[in-house]
């Protein structure tokens, strides 16, 4: 059996399986490790949570079961395979209807550290020091200048 029929399967049994009539007023929630974290696993990763709740209960949780780890950000996966921040005064019911995934179910990934900021903030940071050093040449110049030195 190659890996694509067991996914599939997979996918249908849990459709097969979820029964959520009697949970209407709840999202069920899959809670994933970012690939390239330095977070430990959780292991009971799926929850129920309040429709009508912001993403802060999703987020509490998740910090309460990793021992109030430090600089904790948390992902979506969107369609075209990159990740969206999460705020945690977003809405559940939206984040759930515009992210959620094939199964049924919105997977939220959780990292230590921020992705895709670090090639803008390196430009920031190199852009800033030339800005730092064109200034101080220009400072020096008239310094010098007025001085009568050049």
């Known amino acids: 059996m190659d890996k694509v029929n067991v996914e599939e399967e997979g996918l249908i049994n849990r459709k097969q399986n979820k029964d959520f ?4 007023n709840y999202i069920p929630v899959i809670v994933e490790p970012y690939p390239q974290t330095k977070l430990k696993k959780i292991d009971d990763n799926k929850w129920l949570f309040n429709k009508d709740s912001t993403l ?3 987020m509490y949780k998740i910090h309460e079961v990793l021992n109030g780890a430090k600089n904790m950000y948390f992902y979506v996966k969107r369609q075209n395979g990159r990740y969206a921040l999460l705020k945690h005064e977003n809405k559940l019911q939206l984040v759930f209807k515009k992210y959620k995934s094939n199964d049924g179910f919105l997977h939220v990934y959780y990292h230590n550290d921020m992705i895709n900021r670090s090639k803008l903030l390196d430009y920031c940071f190199y852009f800033a020091q030339i800005v730092i050093v064109f200034y101080l040449v220009l400072f020096i110049y008239g310094y010098l200048k ?3 030195y050049i």
Do not use: D, G, I
């Open 56 to 58: 802060y209960p999703v």
């Open 21 to 24: 009539s009697a949970c209407k």
């Open 146 to 148: 007025m001085h009568e």
